[in-house]
Nanobody
Framework: QIQLAESGGGWVQPGGSLKLSCAAS????????FGWFRQAPGKKREFVAR???????NYAGSVEGRFTVSRDNDKKMSFLQMSDLKPEDTGVYFC?????WGQGTQVTVSS
């Protein structure tokens, strides 16, 4: 069983940046991919990005070029660096791995 805990959310103005972290409480993560999802009020949860075992990332078209997903196997963490944030990026951001989910962290982008 994996427990995931997101952190780093908050309020930011449009054009700003935030870095989210996901800490995994497990023995090791080197063989796990990590996904990032978000859910805006009244909308379904949607895929944002995934960092694969080899460190490469996949992104939703809406965040391509603005977000960067990464991982640190030694620290058992995944990160989502978000830049040039837009109001439509607002939502609760969740980390996922091996079908386990964190509790989410709120990101609000507004002026």
């Amino acid at each position: 069983q994996i427990q995931l805990a997101e952190s780093g959310g908050g309020w930011v103005q449009p054009g700003g940046s935030l870095k989210l972290s996901c800490a995994a409480s497990t023995v090791q993560i080197w063989n796990q991919s990590f996904g990032w999802f978000r859910q805006a009020p009244g909308k379904k949860r949607e895929f944002v990005a995934r960092v694969l075992v080899d460190g490469s990332g996949n992104y939703a078209g809406s965040v391509e070029g603005r977000f960067t997903v990464s991982r640190d196997n030694d620290k058992k963490m995944s990160f989502l660096q978000m830049s040039d944030l837009k109001p439509e990026d607002t939502g609760v951001y969740f980390c996922e791995s091996d079908s386990y989910w964190g509790q989410g962290t709120q990101v609000t982008v507004s002026s």
